[in-house]
């Protein structure tokens, strides 16, 4: 997994499979972002785990071995909110493959950094 490139509001991720000859991986990578919470009320997007884990976006691939392509991951429309209220959203990326039996591996984790370009502009 490769670093991930940011375009308005899409994340782009080279991805690879490797493995012997007409193995498959399958491939989920998630956005999310954590929401510090007052009440019921969000106020803030803050790191910290022990606060509230939302999705802001995801995609799923299966490649073969041997196999690379790039996979783009929008923003949903929380996510969008979050980055147009907020102007900066730092999401985290991670990229988990199905193992079989109903398990996964993480593969990789890294975060990525949304920026709203139009802030500020008349």
């Known amino acids: ?7 308005g509001t899409t994340a782009a991720v ?10 498959h991986c399958k491939l989920s990578l998630n956005m999310t972002v954590t929401e510090t919470l007052r009440g019921h009320r969000v106020i803030g997007v803050a790191p910290h785990l022990q606060h509230r884990v939302v999705g802001v976006g995801s995609a799923a691939v299966t490649l073969t071995a041997g196999g690379a392509k790039t ?11 979050l980055l147009a209220t907020r102007h900066v959203l730092k999401v985290n990326l991670v990229v988990t493959e199905a193992l079989g039996s109903g398990r996964s591996a993480t593969v990789s984790k890294q ?6 370009h139009r802030h500020g502009r008349h």
């Open 111 to 116: 975060t990525v950094t949304f920026k709203n």
């Open 14 to 23: 080279h991805v690879t499979c490797t493995g012997a000859p007409g193995a």
């Open 71 to 81: 996979v783009r991951i929008s923003l949903n429309g929380l996510g969008r909110k």
């Open 1 to 7: 997994v490769g670093p991930a490139h940011v375009t």
